[in-house]
């Protein structure tokens, strides 16, 4: 009798550790790619911030220097460049 309820037990809870496995698998399955997906979007937020607040500061200068102004044109066209293009690969 208490052999029975032993084995019974053990199946039980091996079907149910299998069926958890599983799950497991299904939401690394899931989850990885949109994590990778967030990690990249957020590398590109922060270039185009880095490359925004060159700008600004470039725009600022360009009073005092004039070589800022050739700066802030290369900074704002790859501000765009990355902020349009990457967009358009994630979709």
Do not use: C, W
Request: charge should be neutral.
């Amino acid at each position: 009798m208490l052999l029975s309820l032993l084995v019974i037990s053990t199946g039980i809870t091996l079907s149910k550790m299998d069926r958890i496995g599983k799950e497991i698998k299904e939401i690394a399955q899931e989850d990885i790619p949109l994590i990778k997906i967030v990690t990249e979007i957020t590398i590109n937020q922060l270039a185009q911030a880095i490359h925004f607040e060159r700008a600004l500061r470039f725009a600022l200068e360009k009073v005092e220097n004039k070589n800022a102004l050739k700066s802030f044109n290369i900074e704002k066209k790859v501000y765009f460049h990355e902020h349009y293009f990457s967009f358009l690969d994630l979709q």
